[in-house]
């Protein structure tokens, strides 16, 4: 009995620092690779449901755009490289809304809702812009770096994120991907 | 059986060992202090970070700094990783990209900034540079910044 202890010990002793080698490798490898790029989510995962209002002022929830693919872009005026991404998502939207393409940009801004319309105006958005808060980023895991966007599917579900800004072609890319999916 | 206890205790001390390591190494990273054991390469997404400054802070930057730096900046020289931008030398303006800078770096934490004061009463100069992407960060953020 006592061998078969001391066996199952000496196994443990010997597998320990190989466990350990291999966990540490797992993390140092999702560290270096920390520059997230569009990241392909599987199995993919319902996107949360939200209500939010409009700079109309009219209530918007995410269930409304079920039956279409949807790009979902939290950003913030103060937030330069969304800046460029809005410029980019106007385009999108006109090209790819006859292709069921619907833009949706949650604005994570802290103060007036006037400087989120002002800003709408002055960019000439195209997109519906929802006043978003932290309780719908915290439901999207936090939304701590903008822009960040979701690629969702016309059933509801997340397809691919995407944080921080790439290349429009990369973004482009990233569009086609979810209208592609859509007809799979 | 003094056999079996040592070799228990080593085990029981090799797997808490396991347990450890990746949080060592998670705060490693997160204080920025040089991993003893592992070099660990950590690179910030090209973004705007939404926790590094308070709504307060953020107006100072963007509305109020940025403005005054731009409308200070005498010149711009093209890098081939970025930009450097030159102000007058005085205490005011030095204060001003200074706390611009210490700023910035908290929200955008992949820039490499430099801030240079030249030789012989010359000009203040504030380096932005990067890694690959950086200066077309740059460009399609701050054209503001770089327009001469």
């Known amino acids: 009995m006592n061998r078969r202890i001391l066996r199952v010990v000496s196994a443990a002793i010997t597998l320990a620092p190989v466990i350990n080698l291999a966990w540490s490798s797992i993390r140092i490898v999702g560290m270096t690779s920390a520059v997230p790029n569009t990241v392909v989510s599987r199995p993919l995962k319902t996107a949360p449901d939200f209500e939010l209002q409009t700079l109309a002022g009219r209530v918007v929830r995410l269930s409304d755009f079920r039956g279409q693919a949807l790009v979902l872009n939290f950003w913030a005026t103060w937030c330069t490289p969304c800046r460029v991404e809005t410029r980019w998502l106007s385009d999108f939207s006109a090209r790819y809304k006859d292709k069921g393409l619907e833009v949706v940009g949650i604005s994570l801004d802290d103060g007036n809702p006037q400087v989120v319309a002002d800003f709408a105006r002055e960019m000439k958005v195209n997109y519906l812009v929802l006043l978003g808060n932290q309780q719908v980023g915290d439901a999207y895991g936090g939304t701590r770096f903008l822009p960040q966007t979701f690629f969702i599917t016309p059933e509801g579900k997340i397809s691919a994120t995407s944080v921080g800004i790439k290349t429009k072609d990369d973004f482009e890319n990233s569009i086609r991907q979810l209208l592609k999916s859509e007809h799979q | ?148």
Request: net charge neutral.
């Open chain 2, 1 to 148: 059986m003094n056999v079996l206890i040592t070799a228990a205790a080593i085990a029981v001390m090799e797997l808490a060992a396991c347990a450890c390591t990746p949080f060592a190494l998670l705060e490693s990273v997160g204080a920025q202090q040089q991993p003893s054991a592992v070099q660990v390469k950590r690179e910030s997404p090209f973004a705007c970070d939404t926790k590094a400054l308070t709504a307060q802070q953020r107006k100072r930057h963007f509305e109020e700094l940025g403005p005054t730096l731009r409308s200070l900046r005498r010149s711009v020289r093209e890098l081939a990783d970025g930009y450097e931008f030159e102000f007058p030398a005085d205490e005011k303006t030095f204060q001003l990209v200074t706390e611009w800078a210490i700023q910035e770096r908290l929200c955008c934490p992949f820039f490499d900034i430099n801030v240079r004061l030249e030789c012989e009463g010359g000009p203040l100069w504030l380096r932005l540079t990067g890694r690959e992407g950086t200066k077309d960060f740059i460009k399609a953020k701050g054209t503001d910044w770089i327009k001469q």
